[in-house]
């Protein structure tokens, strides 16, 4: 049984590491972009500017040395990033690169979820160019997609007449389920490979990265991802290029 030293000790920690993260975020805020609200009169920003949150300041700070300009378009990028989103969620680096001013297009998203849809649409509209309901509609396009259909606009990415896109980014998060430690039938032999949305990550998203050939690719993904695949073997799904499947994160 813990003393109570101990719990004195912890707390200590806690409290330490509470007034640090309190102390950075003054800090950060000290440089933010103030932004012009009051709280008589409606919000309104500068032209083209837009307040920087504080996390975007460390960000901007630690992306310095590799060519990051705090003020205009990064020496290091081109003039608009050209973004591709897979299982998109609310398409979080959509937030980030706004919170960083990255001006960029979202090329290519898909999401099965209707609300999700509608949250990515009221939030990122003037972004977004294409939205699938799936990953395997994002991949071989059988009909109008999702934001075009809305829009009632001929979808040049179901046409084939767009031209070839130059992917900077792309972002997948797909399904956790299968690799999940918080599955009770992870390590059972079989349990990783035989799950249903198992293909969703080890074939239908990396034929997304092999469809668009991204200069940089991000695959999120759970701790369990690169534990082993189950009790008879210590080989992992992140350890599996080269065989039936690619593995990318």
């Not at 500017?49 to 504080?54: G, L, Q, R």
Request: with cysteine; aromatic share 8%; charged share 20%.
């Amino acid at each position: 049984m813990a003393s109570a030293s101990d719990w004195d000790d912890v707390l200590g920690e806690e409290l330490r590491a509470s007034y640090q993260l309190g102390e950075d975020i003054l800090a950060c805020e000290a440089e933010r972009t103030p932004s012009t609200c009051d709280h008589v009169t409606a919000c309104g920003e500068l032209p083209g500017v837009k307040p920087a949150t504080w996390w975007a300041v460390l960000l901007k700070a630690a992306g310095t040395d590799l060519g990051y300009e705090s003020a205009g378009v990064s020496t290091s990028q081109s003039p608009r990033l050209q973004v591709v989103s897979g299982c998109t969620g609310c398409s979080a680096e959509s937030f980030v690169l706004k919170g960083l001013r990255i001006d960029f297009d979202l090329i290519s998203a898909s999401e099965s979820n209707d609300q999700y849809q509608q949250f990515l649409k009221a939030n990122h509209r003037e972004h977004i160019r294409h939205l699938h309901a799936t990953v395997q509609g994002q991949l071989h396009p059988k009909g109008p997609c999702v934001f075009c259909a809305d829009a009632g606009v001929a979808c040049e990415e179901f046409s084939g007449k767009g031209a070839p896109q130059v992917v900077d980014v792309m972002v997948t998060g797909s399904p956790c389920d299968p690799f999940s430690v918080q599955r009770a039938k992870r390590f059972q032999t079989g349990a990783v490979k035989d799950h249903v949305a198992y293909k969703v990550t080890m074939s239908s998203v990396v034929s997304m990265y092999l469809k668009y050939q991204p200069h940089v690719g991000v695959l999120e993904q759970v701790m369990g991802f690169t534990y082993p695949l189950d009790v008879t073997t210590d080989e992992t799904p992140y350890q599996r290029p080269g065989r039936d499947v690619y593995c990318l994160i």
